[in-house]
């Protein structure tokens, strides 16, 4: 009987798993436990800079190829004491949402590996760390409990590293037909063409032309995925010197308040009254000056729509198909913000229609609460007023006169946490935080006349106005 087949993940580990070289850590913890007093070691300083920013070449591999010779004499204790130490270092500094693919790929039941041209007594003990199952790497001789300054076997760099993962493959009965592999570099090329399933990470320029040409599909593991990136950055990024109230929105009298409430780093979840279809732009414009780049929430008709649905998709929206009731959508938003990032949400779902448009007391679905209680991120409250005089319901086209300019407030509130006992409660909590935000006039009870409820419906309604009632469900997202 055939012996069923087994399949793999193989991760290159430099500027793939981390942003930079392994080897600047690791060159550290040698020096900090003494095995060598030389701060120069092949591949390191201006040469790993170097590698850090370009990715790597022949040259650049020549230094790395002998560093073996360097370690001559070295304990091979000391090296693995010293290299357990910055293994831990190595771990912390993951890329984001290299956690995220890993556990994927352990659900589908593959086999973890980690294929790197840097020397077994330096990697091992971070294939250890993160707990894969196994190591193809670059080996150095040692004898009597030193290094011999020898290779032991070939250097796995390129076609070499390629042939080395095959060997393991046949090896492990595993099938790299199904299997995947992830690597930045173009040299890997060999490696990522021996399986079905190859991932561009991070890419260097020849890679990404590559990749673009056979159709590999290109991750960035430090932002969510799909975010696209060019020239190391992603559109938000490059956008954001422009994303300013007099570029974006001259015709209108902007006040923004406590912008300082965003945190700088680290994940946040934006929670704002939903008034107008200029909401999101206003939303842009908040993060622009908070300087983080923010991924929301968007109907699945944005996202399905030919040339606006990929650009959607690049900048990190989440896509929202409202009447399924798929949990994915959270799911989607809790990665990003395990990954650090800004997730931006109206809790009350959609533009509250009627005379529910005009009642003081706002009333959110519960999908903020359940991704703050699934998180554990800070929420922070944002009150908008005003933008319904830019862009109403009404009108398919924002209001642009630069004579009457409407003004629109900002308010952005302190954070705050949900306990995650219930999620009507939490639900209210947030909605009560984001009202608070908001002017005095937003408190005052009024009758809408027929006009004001008109403009609170989409282009062409033909109902009755003052009869719509604003429909809540409370498990919708």
């Given at each position: 009987?055939?012996?069923?087949?087994?399949?793999?993940?193989?991760f290159?580990?430099?500027?793939?798993?981390?942003?930079?070289?392994?080897?600047?850590?690791?060159?550290?913890?040698?020096?900090?436990?003494?095995?060598?007093k030389?701060?120069?070691?092949?591949?390191?300083?201006?040469?790993?800079?170097?590698?850090?920013?370009?990715?790597?070449?022949?040259?650049?591999?020549?230094?790395?190829?002998?560093?073996?010779?360097?370690?001559?004499?070295?304990?091979?204790?000391?090296?693995?004491?010293?290299?357990?130490?910055?293994?831990?270092?190595?771990?912390?500094?993951?890329?984001?949402?290299?956690?995220?693919?890993?556990?994927?790929?352990?659900?589908?039941?593959?086999?973890?590996?980690?294929?790197?041209?840097?020397?077994?007594?330096?990697?091992?003990?971070?294939?250890?760390?993160?707990?894969?199952?196994?190591?193809v790497?670059?080996?150095?001789?040692?004898?009597?409990?030193?290094?011999?300054?020898?290779?032991?076997?070939?250097?796995?760099?390129?076609?070499?590293?390629?042939?080395a993962?095959?060997?393991?493959a046949?090896?492990?009965?595993?099938?790299?037909?199904?299997?995947?592999?992830?690597?930045?570099?173009?040299?890997?090329?060999?490696?990522?063409?021996?399986?079905?399933?190859?991932?561009?990470?991070?890419?260097?320029?020849?890679?990404?032309?590559?990749?673009l040409?056979?159709?590999?599909?290109?991750?960035?593991?430090?932002?969510?995925?799909?975010?696209?990136k060019?020239?190391?950055?992603?559109?938000?990024?490059?956008?954001?010197?422009?994303?300013?109230?007099?570029?974006?929105a001259?015709?209108?009298?902007?006040?923004?308040?406590?912008?300082?409430?965003?945190?700088?780093?680290?994940p946040a979840?934006?929670?704002?009254?939903?008034?107008s279809?200029?909401?999101?732009?206003?939303?842009?414009?908040?993060?622009?000056?908070?300087?983080?780049?923010?991924?929301?929430?968007?109907?699945?008709?944005?996202?399905?729509?030919?040339?606006?649905?990929?650009?959607?998709?690049?900048?990190?929206?989440?896509?929202?198909?409202?009447?399924?009731?798929?949990?994915?959508?959270?799911?989607k938003?809790?990665?990003?913000?395990?990954?650090?990032?800004?997730?931006?949400?109206?809790?009350?779902g959609?533009?509250?229609?009627?005379?529910?448009?005009?009642?003081?007391?706002?009333?959110?679905?519960?999908?903020?609460?359940?991704?703050?209680?699934?998180?554990?991120?800070?929420?922070?409250?944002?009150?908008?007023?005003?933008?319904?005089?830019?862009?109403?319901?009404?009108?398919?086209?924002?209001?642009?006169?630069?004579r009457?300019?409407?003004?629109?407030?900002?308010?952005?509130?302190?954070?705050?946490?949900?306990?995650?006992?219930?999620?009507?409660?939490?639900?209210?909590?947030?909605?009560?935080?984001?009202?608070?935000?908001?002017?005095?006039?937003?408190?005052?009870?009024?009758?809408?006349?027929?006009?004001?409820?008109?403009?609170?419906?989409?282009?062409g309604?033909?109902?009755?106005?003052?009869?719509?009632?604003?429909?809540?469900?409370?498990?919708?997202?």
């Amino acid at each position: 009987m055939a012996r069923s087949t087994a399949t793999a993940a193989v991760f290159d580990l430099d500027r793939t798993l981390i942003s930079g070289s392994s080897s600047t850590i690791i060159t550290r913890h040698l020096i900090d436990h003494g095995v060598t007093k030389d701060r120069y070691i092949p591949f390191a300083g201006t040469l790993s800079e170097i590698y850090e920013r370009f990715g790597e070449n022949w040259l650049l591999m020549q230094p790395a190829k002998l560093a073996g010779r360097a370690a001559a004499g070295w304990s091979v204790e000391a090296v693995h004491d010293a290299c357990v130490d910055a293994a831990a270092e190595v771990v912390d500094n993951l890329q984001p949402f290299a956690t995220e693919v890993f556990d994927e790929h352990r659900a589908a039941g593959r086999l973890l590996v980690l294929a790197t041209t840097s020397p077994e007594p330096f990697v091992r003990p971070i294939m250890e760390a993160l707990g894969f199952d196994d190591l193809v790497c670059t080996r150095w001789k040692a004898e009597d409990g030193v290094f011999t300054g020898e290779l032991d076997g070939e250097f796995l760099w390129g076609a070499a590293k390629a042939n080395a993962v095959v060997d393991w493959a046949g090896q492990h009965n595993v099938d790299l037909a199904k299997s995947y592999a992830y690597s930045d570099s173009y040299f890997d090329g060999p490696l990522l063409d021996a399986v079905g399933n190859p991932v561009a990470v991070n890419p260097d320029a020849q890679l990404a032309a590559t990749a673009l040409v056979k159709g590999w599909p290109i991750r960035h593991l430090d932002k969510s995925e799909g975010v696209a990136k060019i020239a190391g950055r992603e559109v938000q990024e490059w956008t954001r010197p422009f994303m300013r109230p007099e570029i974006v929105a001259p015709f209108v009298r902007f006040d923004f308040q406590g912008i300082e409430n965003i945190p700088s780093e680290g994940p946040a979840l934006l929670v704002f009254n939903h008034r107008s279809y200029f909401d999101p732009t206003v939303m842009g414009l908040i993060a622009a000056k908070a300087g983080r780049s923010i991924r929301g929430l968007g109907k699945k008709e944005v996202f399905d729509a030919p040339v606006v649905g990929r650009l959607a998709s690049a900048v990190g929206g989440i896509r929202v198909e409202r009447a399924s009731g798929s949990d994915e959508p959270l799911e989607k938003a809790a990665t990003a913000l395990a990954g650090g990032e800004v997730v931006m949400m109206a809790p009350e779902g959609t533009i509250p229609r009627g005379p529910a448009f005009f009642d003081p007391e706002l009333k959110g679905r519960w999908g903020a609460a359940k991704l703050a209680a699934m998180t554990g991120a800070p929420v922070i409250p944002i009150g908008l007023w005003g933008t319904e005089n830019v862009w109403p319901r009404s009108a398919r086209m924002p209001s642009v006169s630069i004579r009457n300019r409407p003004r629109v407030s900002v308010s952005v509130g302190a954070p705050i946490t949900v306990k995650g006992r219930s999620a009507d409660a939490d639900t209210k909590r947030i909605m009560a935080a984001i009202s608070a935000e908001l002017p005095p006039e937003s408190q005052i009870i009024t009758t809408p006349t027929a006009e004001q409820l008109a403009r609170t419906f989409p282009p062409g309604y033909t109902g009755d106005p003052s009869a719509e009632a604003d429909r809540r469900p409370g498990t919708d997202t």
